[in-house]
C-alpha cells in the first residue's frame, strides 16, 4: 500500500489531435512523468462522433460544440489516466488555462498553443469527472502497478 494513499487521485489526459500531429506526445507525457505523477492506462485512437459527443455532453449546448466534435475526431488521440497527489488540480495547471492567451509560459498551452480550437490537451477539471471520463474511455479498468520509485517522491 502506498504511504498517503488518502491523498491519491486518478486523472484523465487526453492529447487531442493536434497534440498528436505536431509530436507533442513526448514532451506532454514527460512533464507528467518527470513531475512524480504515474501514468497507469493509455490508449492511442481515433474516436467516433458519438463517442467525442458523450465525452462532451456537457458542452452540447455551446456555439462551439459541433466544431470540437470534428476536431476531436479529425485524428488519433492518446488517453491517459495518470495517478498522485492532487493530480486532478495539479495537472490542470501543468496544462494551463484553456485559452491558451491567458495559459502562463511554462505550461503546456503557454509553451504550444494560440487557438482555444487547438489547445492540444484536455483534462479532467474535478475528482467526480475524472472518474467519469475514465469509466468512458477504460471501461476495460486501469492497471495496478505500484511505481517503485514511490518513496523518492512521496515522503
Ligand atoms: P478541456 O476539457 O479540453 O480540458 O478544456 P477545459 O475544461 O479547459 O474547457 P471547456 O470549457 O470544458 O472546453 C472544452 C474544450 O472546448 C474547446 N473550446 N472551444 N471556440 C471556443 O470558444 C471554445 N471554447 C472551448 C477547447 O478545446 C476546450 O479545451
Known sequence: ??????????TFIMIKPDGVQRGLIGDII??????GFYLKAMKFIT?????????????????????LVEYIISGPVVAMVWEG?????????????????????????????VEVGRNVIHGSDAVESAQKEIALWFPEGVS???????????E
Not at 474516436?47 to 466544431?67: I, M, Q, W
Open 85 to 113: 497527489k492532487d493530480v486532478v488540480a495539479t495537472g490542470r495547471r501543468i496544462i494551463g488555462a484553456t485559452r491558451p492567451w491567458e495559459a502562463l509560459p511554462g505550461t503546456i498551452r503557454g509553451d504550444y498553443a
Open 1 to 10: 500500500k502506498y504511504q498517503g494513499e488518502e491523498t491519491m487521485e486518478t
Open 47 to 67: 474516436v467516433e462522433r458519438s463517442f467525442a459527443e458523450k465525452h462532451y455532453a456537457d458542452l452540447a449546448t455551446k456555439p462551439f460544440f459541433n466544431g
Open 30 to 35: 514527460s512533464r507528467f512523468e518527470k513531475k
Open 144 to 154: 495496478e502497478w505500484k511505481s517503485q520509485m514511490h518513496p523518492w517522491i512521496y
